[in-house]
């Protein structure tokens, strides 16, 4: 008997010359969704002309992709423009440059070095709750990223900046990041037009890498470690040349971290705190744990893993809010990925945000369950559950994003409580990452009275 290898469906609603970006355009979230819905493992869908992008749904082949594959596979074409936009580094670079960065870049993130981390990171979430007005609606996803941008370039740059410079420096990262979804998913040659949106843009691009570089060279001429992580970089060198970075090189890392991070730590910790305000009872017991464990004191480094019930608490969050809706990858050689044998070239894509709300893969996946990952007679399968990426692309940065996460929720929810000022349930949203809508909460003061009632 003989078997043949099924073919690969294409997912239907592709128009001539624009394929399926009129669907992405209109609602990407939903569409993506429903190729989970519709189709099988593998569903092919066209993202630009004359190239074939594999969306990859089943979770043990999402798995094979991103460990098994990965020494055969570039990262496509998301990840080439994200390049050409911000500068090689770790995220975006490929094969053997991707390993020797990484291997050159790692002390950064070492525990020793995250540890340091904490006190800033903490010193700025107690400076920015202080001003956050009681009984005030605002917006809290914008103020979690500017939140972010504090943490990032505090810890990046504690020593060396001074103030003014440090401003204008936050300002144009804003700019940046709000921009990079809309270069990055736009035609090559919509950049080069001629529009305020781009020279905006090109000009803060910019400002950030002449900051940086003369951050750099001033550190570089004092000979002298600061203690952040631009100083980490400066001395870092290649584990087999013994080559250190160069300066163009520690701009883009610096630039992509900030465009890669704050936006996806911006996101979760707003995840969080809404669905704390939704849920009065896992915040108390939040505040329970973190009473029984710190007591009046705050939260420092050696606290991060006795936190088990915020630990569970973020990683539904990043569950059922991930941030990630396509993540690419490319074949560089004719490749096997399951029954089907892929030709060199392949643009191959999967989505963390609809894999975490597949019920097939978690029961009754759109509620917020933090006990769910105490259940350990129905674990999610291998490759289910990817918060972070996998194999030798796993994000470099996850135990500094974690670390950064517990000590800002635990620092917020102790210092002031969120309420909701509509009851509308907040829907996510897709650009180069998934958001929330808009979110607006009002903040009263957390007293110790009410911290002890809820422990």
């Given at each position: 008997m003989t078997f043949t290898t099924p073919p690969i469906p294409r997912a239907a609603g592709s128009f001539p010359l624009i394929g399926h970006a009129l669907r992405l355009i209109r609602d990407n979230l939903g569409f993506i969704a429903s190729l989970r819905r519709d189709y099988g493992p593998l569903v092919e869908i066209t993202l630009q002309p004359g190239t074939r992008t594999i969306v990859v749904q089943d979770p043990d082949l999402i798995r094979t992709m991103l460990v098994d594959l990965a020494p055969t596979l570039d990262k496509g074409r998301f990840f080439e423009k994200m390049g050409h936009i911000l500068g090689d580094s770790v995220v975006t670079a490929a094969g053997q440059d991707h390993v020797g960065r990484r291997r050159?870049?790692?002390?950064?993130?070492?525990?020793?070095?995250?540890?340091?981390?904490?006190?800033?990171?903490?010193?700025?979430?107690?400076?920015?709750?202080?001003?956050?007005?009681?009984?005030?609606?605002?917006?809290?996803?914008?103020?979690?990223?500017?939140?972010?941008?504090?943490?990032?370039?505090?810890?990046?740059?504690?020593?060396?900046?001074?103030?003014?410079?440090?401003?204008?420096?936050?300002?144009?990262?804003?700019?940046?990041?709000?921009?990079?979804?809309?270069?990055?998913?736009?035609?090559?040659?919509?950049?080069?037009?001629?529009?305020?949106?781009?020279?905006?843009?090109?000009?803060?691009?910019?400002?950030?890498?002449?900051?940086?570089?003369?951050?750099?060279?001033?550190?570089?001429?004092?000979?002298?470690?600061?203690?952040?992580?631009?100083?980490?970089?400066?001395?870092?060198?290649?584990?087999?040349?013994g080559e250190p970075l160069t300066t163009d090189q520690i701009c883009s890392e610096i630039l992509t971290l900030a465009v890669a991070g704050t936006e996806t730590t911006a996101s979760v910790l707003s995840w969080i705190l809404y669905e704390l305000a939704r849920h009065p009872g896992i915040e108390a017991r939040v505040l329970a744990e973190l009473h029984e464990v710190l007591g009046e004191r705050p939260v420092a480094f050696a606290d991060i893993t006795r936190l088990p019930y915020l630990r569970r608490v973020i990683d539904e969050?990043?569950?059922?809010?991930?941030?990630?809706?396509?993540?690419?990858?490319?074949?560089?050689?004719?490749?096997?990925?399951?029954?089907?044998?892929?030709?060199?070239?392949?643009?191959?894509?999967?989505?963390?945000?609809?894999?975490?709300?597949?019920?097939?893969?978690?029961?009754?996946?759109?509620?917020?369950?933090?006990?769910?990952?105490?259940?350990?007679?129905?674990?999610?399968?291998?490759?289910?559950?990817?918060?972070?990426?996998?194999?030798?692309?796993?994000?470099?940065?996850?135990?500094?994003?974690?670390?950064?996460?517990?000590?800002?929720?635990?620092?917020?929810?102790?210092?002031?409580?969120?309420?909701?000022?509509?009851?509308?349930r907040v829907r996510p949203v897709a650009r180069a990452t998934v958001r929330p809508g808009r979110l607006i909460m009002t903040v009263s003061p957390r007293t110790s009275t009410t911290r002890s009632a809820a422990a």
């Open positions: 050159q870049l790692q002390p950064a993130f070492a525990r020793d070095r995250i540890a340091r981390y904490v006190d800033v990171m903490r010193d700025e979430v107690t400076a920015t709750t202080g001003t956050w007005r009681p009984g005030c609606p605002f917006d809290v996803h914008e103020a979690m990223v500017g939140l972010s941008l504090d943490m990032l370039a505090k810890t990046v740059f504690s020593a060396s900046l001074d103030e003014e410079t440090f401003r204008r420096l936050r300002h144009d990262l804003s700019v940046v990041m709000t921009g990079v979804g809309a270069r990055v998913m736009l035609p090559d040659w919509a950049e080069r037009l001629p529009l305020p949106f781009n020279r905006r843009f090109n000009e803060s691009r910019d400002a950030v890498r002449a900051t940086v570089h003369r951050a750099v060279d001033e550190l570089r001429a004092s000979d002298h470690d600061t203690g952040d992580m631009l100083s980490m970089l400066l001395h870092a060198t290649d584990p087999d040349s969050a990043t569950r059922l809010h991930h941030t990630g809706w396509l993540v690419t990858r490319r074949t560089t050689t004719e490749t096997r990925l399951g029954e089907w044998t892929l030709p060199a070239g392949t643009e191959l894509a999967y989505c963390q945000h609809a894999l975490h709300r597949d019920p097939a893969l978690f029961p009754d996946p759109l509620t917020f369950d933090p006990d769910r990952w105490l259940d350990s007679a129905q674990p999610p399968p291998t490759g289910a559950f990817l918060p972070f990426g996998a194999g030798k692309h796993k994000c470099i940065g996850d135990h500094f994003a974690r670390t950064e996460l517990i000590t800002a929720v635990a620092t917020i929810v102790r210092t002031v409580r969120f309420e909701l000022a509509d009851s509308r």
